[in-house]
Structures are given as structure tokens and as C-alpha cells.
């Protein structure tokens, strides 16, 4: 038989014994070119993550520098604020605007405004820069449910748990609220019973929500910005007319303090219950022995009744000019524990709440007030050319002319206008010197200078 020849392994290489053929040169070289662009475009990449993450930090550490030169430019203002209100030269009145500097003004390399607020009830495109007198709104501690229901957005239910949320007591007044309401509440917490803290502790209030508390105007600024005017197109929720609807935190205050001391710092005389001898030791010494005798004549020996100096001007027979040289020593009625609204400065919806004034009378005294903006009424007496005597005698335990309390609404920048903060102060003069009692940080209510200040940052920033 025949046997087939051996099977070989097919060959796959070059023939036995044959090398194989060279790499060509050029193929090589190809093959590093390809490697080297690869490396390289590595290199490349890590070389721009690199950079972009040291940019980042660069510009991360510009605003940490631009937030704490804000955050000392606002410490400054604080500072600027107490020496400025040290030296007032009408006591109890704001000084004037032009008389002090509240607008872009520089710390190093930082700037600070004064946010205000405007006089009138138009709308504003851009903020008014001054400090602000606090002693225009109403006292949320002190006011009556029947006050509290005219202010805007207020209901008679809702000033009604306002009032049961700060007495004592835990019985619930005509629509208010107590502890039985709260307990049922999914979270259900407690009525307070104790006097308000914060005017945003009225969040726990039954019946209030955020549109009621903040209005329109969220960034809490006094200005009608794009977006407070927009409808539903971005928050708040608006009705797009084109005029500014505050909440109620624009017409109350906690931190209003009546005044114990003269401008000299001696106690003031109340004409209720004060040493007489007092009261005819001042009037001599204003008016003379003779004007003394006729005005305590007039005024009589009956002054228990006395709720207010108000009061006491109309009974005593004082022209305002003679009033306005003696309002600051004196007092009237009970010893003071309520908080006055300044008249001289207070907007029509905070006179509005004000007994013997309300709706109808609030627009009349604004209007008088605002005819004789250039005389500036020094005292309560121009009041009573607006209200009776019975109104007048009403009003008057609710009113003063002078305020010991301003806010400095603080809003400052860093260099290249970054770092945005903004800080609400409270400063207090009813003592021997100026003194900050309230401190609130607004950072997180958003910008608050408004589109002018925005655009000029803008513009320096395509500059540089």
C-alpha cells in the first residue's frame, strides 16, 4: 500500500530559512508620529484642565476677597453710621440727604450704599439712597387688632392672630387663633403667647403667607424691579400694573422705643403726674414769669386726664412755636411703654391704623405734610391743623415728632463690583450715644442697588 506523504503545518510566515522583510522607515516613523500626537494631545489636555481649574480658583478666590472686602466696607458704614447720628443737628430727625454721603461710597476697594426708601407712593425704577427712619412704621408689639386691620393685605382674622400670638392669655379673640389651631396643624407647634422676636416670626401666624409678609417687592428694596413687574413669568407672582405692593414687613417695626431723656440727657417732666414746679421752672425759663403763669393757668391744676403732649398743647394754649421749644423735655400720661409712630415721616397706609386719624384723615395729613416739606414741622403742633380737637386728643397717646431709631440698610461690593453683601442695622439714640440693636443679614434677598449700578459694573468689566 501506498502511504500518503506526512502532513506539514501550513506555513505563515516567511519560507524556513527565508527572514522576514524589513519595516519600511517611513511606516516606522509613522507609527511614532502617531505616538507623539497622541501623548502630546494627553499632555495637552491635563496642561488645559489644569489651567481651567486654576482660573476657577483664581476667580473663587477673587470673590472671597471681593465678599470680605464687602463684608468690612459694611462694617465701616456700621461705624460711619453711629458717628454720623452722634452729632444730628435737629435731635429725633433724620439728618438731610445731601448732608451725608450714601451712595457708592469707597472703602478701599470696596463700595456701600444706604438703601432708603422714597417719600412718595409712586413707583421707582431705581433705589433711593439715604438712611431711614424706623419710627415711621407701626409697632407690631404694641398696635390693637383694630390698628393692625388697616394696614394693606391685612384681614380682621389675621390681625386678630396677631394679637393672640403676643398676649399673654390663651383665649382666642373674635377670629384669632390659639393653641387649638396650631395643635392641628400637620407640624403642629404652639401659640407663642410672648411678644413677636422677629417681624419674620408672623410666617407662624395662622392666615400668613409669604405674598402677605413680602409683597411684591421680595428683595426688599422700596423699588419695582423687572421681575416684580413681569406677571407669572418669574417670582413673585405680580399683577403686572406697573405700581409696587409691599408686604406688611414694610409697615411694621419691633425696635421703636419711646424717649426717657431730653436732649440735655436730664428725664422728661410729665405733665400728668410730674412735680408742677418742674413744669413752671421750664416754661420760665423758655418764656418768662409772665407767659409761665398764663400758660399754667389755662392749662389748670386737673391734669390727670392728660393721655399725651399732644394733649397737653391744646389744653395749655401754646403757639406751635412756643410747643416746638418745649416738646423734647416733656411727656404725658402713663409712664411710656408703647411705641410712638413718628407723624412727620410715617407713609398714609401706617397713619391709616392710627385712632382719631384712619383711611379718611391719613391722605389730608400726608398732603399738609408734604406743602410744608421746606419749612419741615419741627413739632406735633402742625397736626392740629388737620384734626379737631377731639381727633387730635385721640390720636395723640400713637403719635410723636421726633425719633430715637434709624435704619442703615446696608448693600456693598468688593473690587470690580463682586462679592455682594448686605446687612440691615438698627441704631438706637435714646441713650447717652449711638448704638446698634439689631443686626440682620439680607445677603440672600438678591441684588438690591438696582439696574443702574448693575449696568455701570457691566461696563467697567468689558473695560478692564
Same mark, same amino acid.
Given at each position: 500500500?501506498?502511504?500518503?506523504?506526512?502532513?506539514?503545518?501550513?506555513?505563515?510566515?516567511?519560507?524556513?530559512?527565508?527572514?522576514?522583510?524589513?519595516?519600511?522607515?517611513?511606516?516606522?516613523?509613522?507609527?511614532?508620529?502617531?505616538?507623539?500626537?497622541?501623548?502630546?494631545?494627553?499632555?495637552?489636555?491635563?496642561?488645559? $484642565?489644569?489651567?481651567?481649574?486654576?482660573?476657577?480658583?483664581? &476667580?473663587?478666590?477673587?470673590?472671597?476677597?471681593?465678599?470680605?472686602?464687602?463684608?468690612?466696607?459694611?462694617? +465701616?458704614?456700621?461705624?460711619?453710621?453711629?458717628?454720623?447720628?452722634?452729632?444730628?443737628?435737629?435731635?429725633?430727625?433724620?439728618?438731610?440727604?445731601?448732608?451725608?454721603?450714601?451712595?457708592?461710597?469707597?472703602?478701599?476697594?470696596?463700595?456701600?450704599?444706604?438703601?432708603?426708601?422714597?417719600?412718595?407712593?409712586?413707583?421707582?425704577?431705581?433705589?433711593?439712597?439715604? #438712611?431711614?427712619?424706623?419710627?415711621? &412704621?407701626?409697632?407690631?408689639?404694641?398696635?390693637?387688632?383694630?390698628?393692625?386691620?388697616?394696614?394693606?393685605?391685612?384681614?380682621?382674622?389675621?390681625?386678630?392672630?396677631?394679637?393672640?400670638?403676643?398676649?399673654?392669655?390663651?383665649?382666642?379673640?373674635?377670629?384669632?387663633?390659639?393653641?387649638?389651631?396650631?395643635?392641628?396643624?400637620?407640624?403642629? $407647634?404652639?401659640?407663642?403667647?410672648?411678644?413677636?422676636?422677629?417681624?419674620?416670626?408672623?410666617?407662624?401666624?395662622?392666615?400668613?403667607?409669604?405674598?402677605?409678609? $413680602?409683597?411684591?417687592?421680595?428683595?426688599?428694596?422700596?423699588?419695582?424691579?423687572?421681575?416684580?413687574?413681569?406677571?407669572?413669568?418669574?417670582?413673585?407672582?405680580?399683577?403686572?400694573?406697573?405700581?409696587?405692593?409691599?408686604?406688611?414687613?414694610? $409697615?411694621?417695626? #419691633?425696635?421703636?422705643?419711646?424717649?426717657?431723656?431730653?436732649?440735655? +440727657?436730664?428725664? @422728661?417732666?410729665?405733665?400728668?403726674?410730674?412735680?408742677?414746679?418742674?413744669?413752671?421752672?421750664?416754661?420760665?425759663?423758655?418764656?418768662?414769669?409772665?407767659?409761665?403763669?398764663?400758660?399754667? &393757668?389755662? @392749662?389748670?391744676?386737673?391734669?390727670?386726664?392728660?393721655?399725651?403732649? /399732644?394733649?397737653?398743647? @391744646?389744653?395749655?394754649?401754646?403757639?406751635?412755636?412756643?410747643?416746638?421749644?418745649?416738646?423734647?423735655?416733656?411727656?404725658?400720661?402713663?409712664?411710656?411703654?408703647?411705641?410712638?409712630?413718628?407723624?412727620?415721616?410715617?407713609?398714609?397706609?401706617?397713619?391709616?391704623?392710627?385712632?382719631?386719624?384712619?383711611?379718611? #384723615?391719613?391722605?389730608? /395729613?400726608?398732603?399738609?405734610?408734604?406743602?410744608?416739606?421746606?419749612?419741615?414741622?419741627?413739632?406735633?403742633?402742625?397736626?392740629?391743623?388737620?384734626?379737631?380737637?377731639?381727633?387730635?386728643?385721640?390720636?395723640?397717646?400713637?403719635?410723636?415728632?421726633?425719633?430715637?431709631?434709624?435704619?442703615?440698610?446696608?448693600?456693598?461690593?468688593?473690587?470690580? +463690583?463682586?462679592?455682594?453683601?448686605?446687612?440691615?442695622?438698627?441704631?438706637?439714640?435714646?441713650?447717652?450715644?449711638?448704638?446698634?440693636?439689631?443686626?440682620?443679614?439680607?445677603?440672600?434677598?438678591?441684588?438690591?442697588?438696582?439696574?443702574?449700578?448693575?449696568?455701570?459694573?457691566? #461696563?467697567?468689566? &468689558?473695560?478692564?
Amino acid at each position: 500500500m501506498t502511504l500518503p506523504p506526512p502532513a506539514f503545518p501550513r506555513a505563515t510566515g516567511s519560507p524556513a530559512g527565508i527572514p522576514p522583510a524589513p519595516t519600511s522607515p517611513r511606516a516606522q516613523r509613522g507609527s511614532v508620529l502617531i505616538i507623539v500626537l497622541w501623548v502630546t494631545f494627553g499632555l495637552v489636555s491635563l496642561a488645559l $484642565y489644569f489651567a481651567n481649574s486654576m482660573s476657577m480658583e483664581l &476667580r473663587a478666590s477673587e470673590n472671597r476677597v471681593a465678599a470680605v472686602q464687602a463684608d468690612q466696607a459694611i462694617l +465701616g458704614a456700621a461705624k460711619y453710621v453711629t458717628n454720623l447720628l452722634a452729632d444730628l443737628e435737629i435731635p429725633g430727625r433724620l439728618p438731610d440727604s445731601w448732608s451725608y454721603r450714601a451712595e457708592a461710597v469707597p472703602i478701599g476697594e470696596a463700595q456701600f450704599w444706604f438703601i432708603g426708601r422714597p417719600e412718595t407712593d409712586t413707583a421707582q425704577e431705581e433705589p433711593v439712597f439715604s #438712611l431711614a427712619d424706623e419710627g415711621a &412704621r407701626l409697632p407690631l408689639n404694641s398696635a390693637t387688632a383694630e390698628m393692625l386691620q388697616w394696614l394693606p393685605r391685612m384681614t380682621a382674622e389675621l390681625a386678630a392672630a396677631i394679637v393672640d400670638w403676643r398676649d399673654e392669655d390663651s383665649d382666642a379673640g373674635d377670629g384669632g387663633a390659639e393653641d387649638e389651631t396650631y395643635q392641628r396643624l400637620n407640624q403642629p $407647634y404652639r401659640c407663642k403667647n410672648a411678644p413677636f422676636e422677629s417681624l419674620e416670626e408672623l410666617r407662624l401666624v395662622r392666615g400668613m403667607t409669604t405674598e402677605i409678609l $413680602y409683597g411684591e417687592d421680595t428683595n426688599l428694596n422700596g423699588v419695582l424691579d423687572s421681575n416684580e413687574n413681569d406677571g407669572d413669568q418669574s417670582p413673585p407672582v405680580d399683577n403686572r400694573d406697573g405700581h409696587l405692593d409691599p408686604g406688611l414687613i414694610e $409697615y411694621l417695626t #419691633l425696635w421703636t422705643r419711646p424717649p426717657t431723656v431730653d436732649d440735655e +440727657g436730664n428725664a @422728661l417732666i410729665n405733665v400728668t403726674t410730674g412735680d408742677r414746679q418742674q413744669l413752671a421752672t421750664l416754661l420760665q425759663e423758655k418764656f418768662g414769669a409772665d407767659r409761665a403763669n398764663a400758660l399754667l &393757668r389755662q @392749662l389748670g391744676t386737673n391734669t390727670a386726664q392728660l393721655a399725651s403732649p /399732644l394733649q397737653f398743647y @391744646l389744653r395749655a394754649g401754646f403757639t406751635p412755636d412756643e410747643f416746638a421749644q418745649i416738646e423734647g423735655s416733656v411727656t404725658a400720661g402713663a409712664p411710656a411703654t408703647n411705641a410712638t409712630v413718628n407723624v412727620n415721616t410715617a407713609s398714609e397706609a401706617v397713619l391709616a391704623c392710627i385712632p382719631g386719624i384712619g383711611p379718611d #384723615l391719613a391722605p389730608n /395729613l400726608v398732603a399738609r405734610r408734604r406743602s410744608n416739606a421746606s419749612t419741615a414741622p419741627p413739632s406735633l403742633a402742625w397736626v392740629t391743623e388737620v384734626l379737631d380737637e377731639s381727633q387730635a386728643t385721640q390720636a395723640g397717646p400713637f403719635l410723636s415728632s421726633r425719633t430715637t431709631q434709624f435704619v442703615a440698610d446696608v448693600a456693598a461690593v468688593g473690587r470690580h +463690583g463682586r462679592g455682594y453683601r448686605r446687612v440691615r442695622f438698627i441704631c438706637d439714640l435714646s441713650g447717652a450715644a449711638p448704638r446698634l440693636v439689631a443686626r440682620r443679614d439680607l445677603t440672600d434677598f438678591g441684588w438690591s442697588l438696582g439696574r443702574e449700578v448693575r449696568r455701570s459694573f457691566l #461696563l467697567a468689566a &468689558r473695560n478692564r
